[in-house]
């Protein structure tokens, strides 16, 4: 089929942006005309301006911090052991054998269903939060990171092992960097998972942030803060997605990817 | 969310010869090892060997239950932290024969087909028209790029607003997180349909909505079953997160309910169902995509 938009690229910008402001006046109209009622759908300028009165109080920016500790915190841990491991797993038979089971009955579970354990074990506050993350964002990262490693050119570490390099020149000058287009996609899946479930626990388990002002604000029936705060999670996810995109142009500007 | 699906299978290796990382990289489904597939001397030593190599092959798991079946015990661990697994079990039996396993269990099986059911439908429908009507593409992508990194869970509080706490609700939930994954697995889908095939068609004299259903539907059936198990992944996700916060049934209800009362051995064995749950759907999805895909072999 025809690919849109081949024709003149500035159109398409044009086009693109168009869409999403035209969602906003739709919603805007759709609000002030009563369709439903002013307490079931804000309108967006009421939500715009409850948004800024968060930010200028600083309220936003203490949620927000909260929020993006949590999931960024949960998810490094889930990235760091979970590419040591992954690799482990491809490389070391014993390892392999120990995860594999594991990995392939923990990595369809919904790891939320958790969440009870881990208020159990690690308590209300940060810890069990950071850590059910970590258990949640931890599965794509591993599977990315074994296939990766997996999927090395055997000839590379042929000719390096024959050129005289040791175990551990072998691990971070060829295997790491032929892995890390995959593994960057694993670390790509997994960074939008963190975010969703900081923002569950919070929303369970309380202890504020964004999900957790959501949550005190549907309570108390207010729901331009409700939609205030849908909006900042959004604009923070889809502002980490941007730059986990952007570290991996940086990470991979030598690989073949860059130049396409 | 899409791509995790690609990275178990890696792309072929340019490498002429066999390596170390040839036996199957995805590590899930690894195929059986030459010896155990051939049938060797009687029937009865090979499924006695098949047998002992699954034995191996799942040993982890035995030593993950005899270690939290001794840790309590043991007094390594609190058995108020970490009921031991029997203890677990028995909880679990007792679940089931009290029905609260089946009435949750069906409540959320409900929520969760209705959702995923309608987000994969309505999913598909999107995919396939962005793909074949360029103004719908000029409209709803953009739309897709800007919600796609939102967490949807965020959007329980506003649906617990607009729907109350019953099911429709969690439905709605396990809907809106379905959507996206589907919608532009099919639209990748059916970009990639080969255009000779369809331009084959529409000179034979089909109608565009004949060619839409006969040939670009099957065409871009492999990606929307993939982005279907993204999609299957996220709404237990949804499923058991609304729960949590929303109503009075479902499983993820009773998990938390168990848990804030303190019955800690059959908030385990809760949990383990959940988890079970999660894993089996998983399993069955695979199979049936099998199914569903191999008139393509």
């Known amino acids: ?260 | 969310m899409i791509q995790i699906l690609r990275t178990r299978t890696p792309p072929p290796r340019p490498s002429p010869l066999k390596g170390k990382g040839e036996e199957g990289a995805s590590g899930l489904n690894p195929p059986p090892p030459e010896h155990l597939s051939k049938g060797r001397g009687s029937a009865g030593w090979g499924v006695y060997r098949r047998a002992l190599a699954t034995l191996f092959r799942y040993a982890p798991l035995l030593i993950l239950a005899l270690a939290w079946e001794a840790a309590p015990r043991l007094g390594l661990v609190s058995p108020a932290a970490l009921p031991p697994l029997s203890a677990v079990l028995r909880a679990w039996t007792s679940l089931l024969l009290d029905g609260d396993l089946a009435v949750n269990g069906a409540s959320s099986l409900v929520n969760l087909v209705g959702g995923l059911g309608a987000g994969v439908l309505v999913g598909t429908a999107i995919g396939i028209l962005m793909a074949w009507y360029a103004p719908v593409e000029i409209v709803v992508n953009p739309l897709i790029r800007c919600l796609y990194p939102m967490p949807k869970t965020a959007l329980i509080p506003v649906l617990i607003l607009w729907f109350g706490i019953g099911a429709g609700s969690k439905i709605a939930a396990i809907f809106i997180g379905c959507l996206l994954p589907v919608t532009i697995s099919a639209y990748n889908g059916a970009r990639g349909v080969e255009e000779t095939l369809v331009w084959s068609a529409l000179s034979a004299g089909a109608s565009r909505a004949r060619v839409l259903w006969d040939i670009v539907l099957p065409a871009c059936l492999p990606e929307i079953l993939a982005g279907t198990r993204t999609a299957l992944g996220l709404s237990f996700i949804l499923l058991v997160s609304s729960e949590f916060l929303i109503g009075h049934t479902g499983l993820g209800y009773l998990i938390s309910f168990l848990g804030e009362g303190g019955v800690y051995d059959a908030m385990f064995a809760g949990v383990l169902t959940v988890a079970a749950f999660g894993f089996l759907a998983d399993r069955l999805y695979l199979a049936a995509m099998r199914r569903l895909l191999a008139w393509r072999q």
């Open chain 1, 1 to 260: 089929m025809k690919a849109p938009g081949t024709g003149n690229a500035v159109l398409a910008v044009l086009a693109r942006g168009a869409s999403i402001v035209a969602l906003l006046v739709v919603w805007e109209i759709a609000a002030r005309a009563q369709i439903v009622s002013a307490f079931l759908l804000p309108s967006a300028s009421i939500v715009a301006e409850r948004m800024v009165a968060d930010a200028a109080s600083g309220d936003l920016a203490g949620s927000l911090g909260l929020t993006l500790y949590r999931a960024i915190a949960g998810f490094a841990l889930a990235a760091s052991i979970g590419v040591a491991l992954g690799i482990m797993i491809a490389r070391i038979g014993i390892v392999r054998w120990f995860f594999d089971p594991l990995v392939s009955i923990g990595m369809p579970m919904p790891k939320i269903a958790f969440l009870p354990v881990f208020m159990l074990w690690f308590g209300l506050f940060d810890a069990s939060k950071i850590l059910l993350v970590a258990f949640s964002a931890i599965f794509p990262v591993i599977i990315a990171a074994w296939a990766a490693t997996d999927g090395v050119d055997q000839f590379l570490i042929w000719s390096a092992r024959s050129a005289g390099a040791g175990e551990r020149r072998l691990l971070w000058e060829i295997v790491l960097p032929a892995a890390l287009p995959q593994i960057m996609t694993g670390l790509q899946v997994a960074l939008p998972i963190s975010l969703i479930v900081t923002i569950v626990c919070e929303m369970a388990m309380g202890g504020e942030g964004l999900g957790g002002s959501i949550m005190k604000d549907m309570r108390f029936a207010d729901s331009p803060g409700v939609f205030a705060g849908i909006v900042e999670i959004a604009l923070a996810g889809a502002v980490l997605v941007k730059a986990m995109e952007a570290l991996r142009r940086r990470l991979l500007v030598w690989h073949q990817e860059a130049r396409g």
